[in-house]
């Protein structure tokens, strides 16, 4: 095992999911579950990236818009987001995503920091990218993606 | 029974739960004598018994506990073995004190109860020397000799006794004391060692004869027993008071913690009640409708009740403040009474909890600020002794507390000032708020009134805590005062914090919920009505409602959304907060319904508008409005129509550049113009409801006698005809009202008040141009005085040294504004 991360196993499942033609990824032991047509309602005067409250089985849950917070531009009209449920610190929050993908596995060798085109605020909530066959995974720091 | 003091009732059942521990920690501690732990157990509850029997000088009671703890205190030092003589003296002992629990149960008092018996019992278990029987023991009826006879027929003496005097004094000990008889004799049955019924409790067993039941065979003793309590419980269906049941056997212990969870799913299943109702409303099968009926019913009864399981008087926290008045007085120097009405008035454990601190500072500083030193009462002309009333009542849905005194007031002028020097608010802001709203500052962060720092308060900490702590489980508070008279701080409280009753209304295609507790009124108008009540001042808004200003707030303003009501129609929420009213306009009523509270993130939290989110019948969510920080976003002082100060423009009138004034047209053509600031209601009165008193004209408002002035008489204006309803204009200040009579109310503008011509007449200030007609400025303190001489003489009490401009400020709410 390198020095350089320790810590890091070498494998690790991502549950992945698409967003303006890129593929992300958050750890599988966040994610609770992945809802379809959810009614969301809308918040005023909340911040730009909060897109609203949802109704998780009478649990009221926030819902971030992940366009916004990796600054992309918004989902075009008629296409429905996808609700990922993720339970961070006991507390439920949901991520607005555009489709939903497989679980994968991920091995630390192919990991890399983000690169460096990445702009500002979507380089605070990447963590890095594993270099999948044919595609880039950019994996997601959901820490910070709810974070305000 | 009845008037039993809640300390007592809680002695009995402490005492009652602790017993029956105590029989098992015995019965178990025969199977192993040596075990500290139980041994410790029983002392402490046997102690704790003796103490507090002690102080309720119980003097039997002490007695055996404290015999027994002799005994107990020896054995657990190992002084003493545990023998099964011991543990018998033990089990007497706590028979014995059942039995006086049951006595005082019944009738407040020890009752017959024999407790000369047992002690010797005791007394001759803590003795190395060889036992007495024991069995014969409770026979001795003369402690001093020693008992030879046959302890069966001896058991019958005492017996007969007690049966006796536990009949005659209190009926109602007849079934507890069956009951535990027949427990007790259970326990015993199951136990290997034998052990007799004590003649302290069989005389309880009414209707048997007790010598009956040979004390030594056990296997027949609880048949015996339960037939006793059968009997027992017969007698008490026919000849007791009914429905009483003893306190043991009428309170359970439960867990806070269960009680929310249950609370937590009775909210699930009332938010479930809801969208079942809401769905069936639109089907057509009688029986599901009939079953969703059910379930309604059924949901709130069960909603009802769990709540009621966890209110409790607001007393359990009232019973500490008189000790608290008490010792502050003492320490403050004054002679203060405390006065409590409406102790019974309950509310929700958690909310009593919150409450309590908030509660007791207000206590405090009403003791240490409010009421005067007995010296200074005195010079005031009122009684030396100064009066603290605590009030809970319940009103619409929420607890109202108040804490009133009637102290020295609050001077508006001094908090004012001192919040100018606090650098808390402008001189200019200042000048624009009623003295009502000056009060509320209070309430700020960093205000302390108190001339002195004391330890007791004073140290700008306090006010703003207590109603922060208000606030946070949805209450509201606010403050009102009389200089001189006292001040009254009321609290608001929601009954419980979990399911809120609320009203859902709409705007911009968005629902929200507003909790009930801050609605006053709803007011809907029609595109024709909107047009002609709600008045565009200076670009904010008023409706006059019942001839009142009221400041609108659109939801759709604030939440800076397009509102979707294109009809011209207005619907008013009339909101109440921090002593303030408010008209939300929204674009439509849709319900009122039963919400449950969900907390929302930080990130909602931060918006300061919402106080949390909701699932309404449909399934959707909503936002609930925090009406404290929406009035707090929306009316600033400076757009705060109503609240505007009279005080400035009275003192400042001439030199103020800009003023709202009201129009009002007083026959032959002429204008006048008051500032608005004066005005406190706008009232129309039949003519026929003018009644003379010597040469003045009054008319009988509100309970009181108004002297009117017509202002076309007043400024020498050509008087049309008699009209059957006058225009009138109320004037209130110091308690006093003044109703100015006009032709007509024009309208409201904003006046250039500086554009004064010299042109002056009688009972004017001058006069402008507003709206390219020359109008003139009324002299509205000349125009009261020609009402009521009278009016600004002083009242008695109103301080003397304050400054010009608070003289004439208010210091009697508006009519309406903190009902």
């Known amino acids: 095992m390198s020095i350089a991360a320790p810590t890091v196993p070498h494998t690790s499942q991502l549950a992945t999911f698409w967003l303006d033609g890129d593929l992300y990824g958050v750890e599988v032991e966040h994610v609770q579950e992945v809802l379809r047509s959810q009614s969301i309602t809308r918040v005023p005067l909340a911040p730009p990236a909060v897109a609203g409250l949802i109704n998780l089985r009478g649990q009221v849950v926030t819902a971030i818009e992940l366009r916004e917070r990796l600054g992309r531009p918004a989902r075009p009209e008629g296409t429905e987001a996808v609700v990922i449920v993720v339970r961070l610190h006991g507390e439920a929050v949901s991520l607005l995503v555009d489709s939903i993908a497989d679980v994968v596995d991920v091995n630390v060798r192919d990991f890399e920091a983000p690169p460096d085109t990445l702009d500002g605020s979507a380089r605070e909530l990447i963590r890095g990218a594993y270099k999948l066959a044919g595609q880039l995974l950019l994996a997601l720091d959901v820490n910070r993606a709810v974070g305000s | ?819």
């Open chain 2, 1 to 819: 029974m009845e008037g039993l003091d809640d300390i007592v009732e809680e002695f009995l059942v402490e005492s009652h739960e602790n017993l029956d521990q105590l029989d098992q920690d015995l019965v178990a501690l025969e199977q192993d004598p040596r075990s500290r732990e139980r041994l410790s157990s029983i002392f402490r509850t046997i102690h704790t018994i003796k103490g507090t029997s002690g102080f309720l000088a119980f003097n039997r009671l002490e007695e055996v506990a404290h015999v027994g703890e002799n005994l107990l205190s020896r054995l657990r030092d190992g002084a003493l073995e545990l023998t099964p003589r011991r543990t018998d003296a033990l089990l007497q002992m706590v028979d014995c004190v059942r039995a006086l629990l049951a006595a005082i149960e019944a009738s407040g008092g020890e009752g017959g109860v024999d407790v000369a018996p047992t002690v010797v019992v005791l007394s001759a278990a803590l003795e190395e020397a060889p036992p007495v029987p024991v069995a014969a023991a409770p026979a001795a009826e003369v402690p001093a000799e020693v008992p030879a006879e046959v302890p069966a027929a001896a058991a019958k003496a005492p017996a007969k006794r007690a049966v006796r005097t536990a009949v005659s004094q209190a009926p109602a000990a007849k079934v507890p004391a069956t009951k535990a008889a027949a427990k007790k004799a259970a326990v015993a049955a199951g136990t290997p060692v034998p052990v007799q019924l004590p003649a302290a409790e069989v005389p309880l067993e009414v209707p048997m004869e007790p010598t009956t039941t040979p004390p030594t065979t056990p296997s027949v003793a609880p048949a015996a027993a339960e037939t006793a309590a059968d009997r027992g419980a017969d007698a008490e269906g026919k000849n007791q008071q009914p429905g009483r049941r003893a306190v043991a056997d009428s309170t359970i212990r439960v867990d806070v913690d269960l009680l929310d969870a249950l609370m937590l799913l009775v909210g699930e299943l009332v938010l479930t009640r809801n969208q079942i109702v809401q769905y069936v409303g639109r089907q057509t099968d009688q029986d599901l409708v009939r079953a969703s009926q059910r379930l309604n019913l059924i949901a709130s009864e069960l909603q009802e009740g769990v709540m009621k399981t966890r209110m409790q008087p607001i007393d359990h926290i009232w019973s500490k403040l008189p000790r608290v008045v008490r010792d502050l007085g003492l320490q403050c120097g004054k002679n203060v009474r405390l006065e409590m009405e409406g102790r019974e008035t309950e509310l929700d454990k958690t909310l009593l909890e919150a409450v309590k601190d908030p509660l007791t500072h207000l206590v405090r500083n009403s003791v240490d600020h409010g009421v005067e030193a007995s010296p200074a009462r005195v010079a005031a002309g009122k009684p030396a002794e100064g009066v603290l009333t605590l009030r809970a009542r319940h009103e619409s849905g929420q607890v109202v507390v108040e804490v009133a005194d009637d102290g020295a007031g609050i001077d508006p002028a001094k908090v004012g000032a001192k919040a100018v020097e606090k650098g808390l608010i402008t001189v200019d802001a200042l000048s624009r708020m009623s003295p009502a709203d000056i009060l509320q500052m209070i309430f700020l962060p960093g205000f302390s009134t108190a001339a002195a720092v004391t330890n007791v308060s004073g140290r700008g900490v306090g006010m703003d805590v207590v109603k922060t702590n208000i606030e946070s489980i949805g209450g509201t508070i606010e403050v009102e005062s009389v200089p001189g008279r006292g001040t009254c701080t009321r609290l608001r409280i929601p009954l419980t914090l979990a399911i809120v009753p609320a009203l859902t209304i709409e705007c911009a295609g968005d629902r929200y919920a507003i909790p009930q507790i801050s609605l006053q009124e709803l007011v809907a108008l029609d595109a024709e009505k909107a047009a002609a009540a709600v008045e565009e001042v200076g670009g904010a808004s008023v409706y006059r409602l019942r001839g009142e200003l009221l400041p609108l707030v659109r939801l759709a303003d604030v939440l800076g959304l397009p509102s979707d009501r294109h009809d011209g129609h207005v619907v008013i929420a009339v909101l109440r907060s921090e002593g303030r009213r408010f008209g939300l306009v929204v674009d439509r009523v849709i319900n009122t319904e039963e919400i449950v509270v969900k907390a929302v993130g930080g990130q909602m939290k931060a918006i300061g508008l919402y106080s949390g989110a909701t699932v309404l019948g449909d399934g959707a969510v909503a936002l609930i409005l925090d009406v404290q920080a929406l009035a707090r976003r929306a009316l600033r002082p400076e757009t705060a129509e109503r609240q505007e100060s009279r005080m400035a423009v009275m003192a400042t009138s001439t030199v103020a550049e800009r003023q709202r004034m009201l129009l009002a047209a007083i026959g032959g053509g002429r204008r006048v113009a008051i500032p608005l600031d004066t005005v406190t209601r706008l009232e129309q009165v039949r003519s026929e409801k003018v009644e003379r008193v010597g040469s003045r004209e009054v008319v009988q408002y509100r309970g009181a006698i108004l002297p009117i002035v017509r202002l076309d008489r007043h400024l020498g204006a050509f008087g049309g005809d008699e009209r059957e309803v006058l225009e009138v204009i109320v004037y209130a200040d110091h308690g006093r009202s003044v109703a100015i009579v006009v032709e007509e109310i024009l309208d409201i503008v904003d006046g250039e008040a500086n554009v004064h011509s010299d042109i002056n007449d009688l009972g004017l200030l001058g006069s402008t141009v507003i709206g390219d007609r020359v109008t003139e400025l009324l002299d509205v303190r000349a125009a009261i005085l020609a009402a009521d001489p009278a009016f600004y003489s002083p009242a008695p009490g109103t301080p003397a040294g304050l400054s010009p401009a608070f003289a004439f400020a208010g210091t009697v709410p508006l009519p309406g504004g903190l009902t």
